[in-house]
């Protein structure tokens, strides 16, 4: 039972892996065709619109290295991923993550965050807008997750 449990863990972790690899060739192509638009003329943009686009997109591209370095190590030493999948499995934690917004927030969340980091690039006033409603959400995450995790 064991020897399967780990076949399926390393399964999960390739497919992650792969995952990021996609997310990270889709993250270069996005930056090229925004430069190809013409998009991200600094002479346009806000200061704000300029800070927030490029923490954006090389925040988002240094995570997504950090994620494929990290499962790599992972897939590397049987006994880590062991603990990693133990962790999180915990009910506590996928009790909050549940009740904080949950899977419906994450796509949200990385939607908001594609649509606020074309806006800053495009338009100020849709920045303006989808900025602010990046930060309502994450505000609400944050504190529905405080509340739940002192409840439960």
Do not use: P
């Not at 060739?25 to 998009?39: N, R, S």
């Not at 006994?79 to 133990?86: C, D, G, L």
């Not at 690039?121 to 994450?138: C, D, G, H, P, Y």
């Amino acid at each position: 039972m064991r020897a399967d449990s780990d076949v399926n863990q390393t399964k999960q972790v390739k497919k992650r892996i792969a995952l990021y690899w996609i997310l990270l060739v889709l993250m270069f192509l996005y930056i090229f065709v925004a430069g190809e638009m013409g998009l991200g003329d600094s002479r346009k943009m806000s200061e704000l619109a300029d800070v927030v686009s490029r923490v954006i997109i090389f925040g988002g591209i240094i995570f997504l290295i950090a994620q494929i370095v990290h499962n790599r190590k992972l897939l590397k030493d049987a006994n880590r991923m062991q603990i990693e999948f133990q962790s999180k499995q915990s009910e506590r934690e996928k009790l909050l993550y549940e009740k904080s917004g949950g899977i419906v927030f994450s796509i949200l969340f990385y939607l908001l965050l594609f649509v606020t980091c074309t806006a800053a690039l495009a338009n100020e006033a849709a920045f303006r807008v989808s900025f602010l409603i990046l930060t309502i959400a994450i505000v609400l995450k944050i504190a529905a997750y405080a509340i739940y995790s002192r409840k439960f």
